[in-house]
């Protein structure tokens, strides 16, 4: 049972790009979170999706942000216009229910030069 | 809001010592507090704690709540150059199981 996956490991983009960084939770999981994590600093709540809806989204910000998780296929989190502030690392987890352990992705590293 | 405080921010010892990482917490309707180890890649799950005055132990590795006192203690006993980490306390509400507040993490280095 393959875990967590994230991809791209590393993403380069330039300023004004879009990011596009995906998420395949575990088997059989169908709740899924996105955590950002600046130098230096913990693991920040951006959003919780289960297949096709939002849970909670109080962690993203307003604006170039956005988060899916359709019914097939990868949870996506998007970054429209990317500035240098967005540089960081990018982290998935899934779990099987609300109230169950969540298991970490390796981890998107964003780059904006 | 939520809010979690780890400390002490950094720590180095040397193989064979004893450390205690603490982590103080405040959160609305509080239903668990976690552990996680964080090497240069995904944070891995330690302990999940619920229960105030319960110890929890894997290995060289140990945790226990306070509830009255909002806090959390990590401990690692005759520690190893492979324990040097980010060690991450997060809270988790009644409300919004599965999104959880973490701290800014401690470092510990384990020197030989």
């Known amino acids: 049972n393959a875990g967590v996956m994230q991809n791209p490991r590393h993403l380069v983009r330039r300023r004004g790009q879009e990011a596009r960084l995906r998420c395949s939770p575990m088997?059989?999981?169908?709740?899924v979170y996105w955590y950002r994590q600046l130098p230096e600093e913990g693991l920040k709540f951006m959003v919780y999706l289960q297949k096709e809806n939002i849970i909670d989204e109080s962690g993203m910000p307003k604006e170039r942000f956005s988060a899916e998780f359709p019914k097939e296929g990868p949870s996506i989190l998007r970054i429209q216009q990317v500035v240098r502030g967005d540089s960081a690392a990018y982290f998935c987890a899934s779990s099987e229910g609300k109230n169950t352990e969540a298991f970490f992705g390796q981890g998107t590293r964003l780059t904006v030069v | 809001e939520d809010k979690v405080v780890q400390s002490p921010l950094s720590l180095v010892v040397h193989e064979g010592d004893t450390v205690t990482l603490n982590c103080s917490y405040e959160v609305t309707n509080f239903r668990s507090l976690l552990w996680y180890k964080q090497e240069k890649k995904a944070p891995t799950f330690l302990f999940m704690l619920t229960s105030s005055g319960i110890e929890k132990k894997s290995g060289r590795l140990s945790s226990i709540l306070d509830k009255k006192e909002l806090s959390s203690i990590l401990n690692i006993t005759a520690t190893q150059t492979g324990d040097s980490a980010i060690y991450l306390c997060?809270?988790?509400?009644?409300?919004?199981?599965?999104?959880?507040?973490f701290g800014d993490g401690t470092t510990l280095t384990v020197k030989p």
């Open positions: 997060a809270v988790e509400a009644i409300a919004n199981a599965g999104k959880s507040t």
């Open positions: 088997k059989g999981h169908s709740h």
